[in-house]
């Protein structure tokens, strides 16, 4: 099969201390046909100086001149860039497994003859320190490597929460890819993409091996149940709004907002109790 080129994009914002790290984890990569695309947001300590203290050709440094606020715009920014067949996208303090793109890759080549729209992820594994923990991830992750490669379907079910994690995701760049940069969706921006792309026809699969080592801290901007719950509220609208301005005729903003707020409610009453129910039963895999 044709050897496809991937752009990997990374959105910047204050990670001096972990983007190294981030960074390295790419490079290590087996699959040799990738570039790396990192967009400062105006980051204020030395992040920028980092980055283009980068010699290496495969890494390209892009600079906003000012700073958006969340992950959003410069992931837009990345895709804009790019003249590349593939993007995937990688979060600034999370690390992948050195086999993430060539898995990912061959399992896209296999999938996208029936599905052109197709977004392609992962599973992952939490962590709270790197690389003191190095070992043991990459020992769990290789126990978890499905040898045969296989994946899932996501359907419409799991939609009930977002099972998408963005640093894991590979799919085809198009003007569709365009997360929603506004303030108030900040930290679920991502989960509001695939709903809208959901809605375009895109099918979601994902592999069952954890590729990508998640990165967890107080600090992170998704991080907070009561902020979390508030920006889903907002996203949820959002998405509703959405598909009612694209597929009815109502013209009444009032109207709208009315329709949007009923739709809302049983949805969001579906993700809390599914939401519980997962966290109790099935958490997220840690290591310690």
Not at 111 to 137: C, V
Request: glycine residues 2%.
């Amino acid at each position: 099969m044709t050897e496809l080129s991937v752009s990997v994009i990374i959105p910047c914002f204050n990670c001096q201390s972990t983007i190294d790290q981030t960074i390295q984890s790419i490079l290590r990569q087996s699959y040799p046909n990738f570039s790396i695309v990192c967009v400062d947001d105006a980051s204020t300590d030395q992040t920028l100086l980092k980055l283009r203290s980068y010699t290496d050709r495969q890494i390209q440094v892009l600079s906003m001149p000012v700073g958006s606020g969340g992950p959003a715009t410069p992931r837009n920014w990345g895709v804009r860039h790019t003249t590349s067949d593939l993007v995937a996208f990688c979060d600034s303090d999370d690390i992948w497994h050195p086999d993430k793109l060539r898995l990912q890759v061959e399992e896209w080549q296999k999938l996208t003859i029936r599905f052109p729209n197709l977004i392609i992820s992962s599973s992952r594994l939490m962590f709270k320190t790197y690389p003191k923990q190095h070992t043991q991830l990459q020992e769990t992750a290789v126990q978890h490597l499905d040898s045969s490669n296989l994946s899932k379907r996501i359907d419409e079910l799991a939609f009930l929460s977002n099972p998408i994690v963005t640093s894991s995701v590979l799919c085809k760049p198009s003007t569709a890819i365009n997360f929603p940069e506004s303030p108030s969706l900040s930290a679920v921006e991502d989960y509001a993409l695939w709903l809208l792309l959901k809605d375009k026809g895109y099918v979601f699969y994902s592999l069952k091996s954890p590729l990508v080592y998640y990165r967890k801290s107080h600090k992170s901007i998704s991080s907070g149940n009561s902020r979390q719950l508030s920006r889903l509220i907002v996203m949820f609208r959002y998405i509703y709004i959405h598909r009612i301005l694209s597929n009815s005729r109502l013209n009444s903003s009032k109207a709208v907002d009315m329709a949007a707020m009923l739709m809302v409610i049983p949805r969001l009453t579906a993700f809390i109790f599914h939401h519980t129910i997962k966290t109790l039963i099935f958490p997220t895999p840690w290591l310690h």
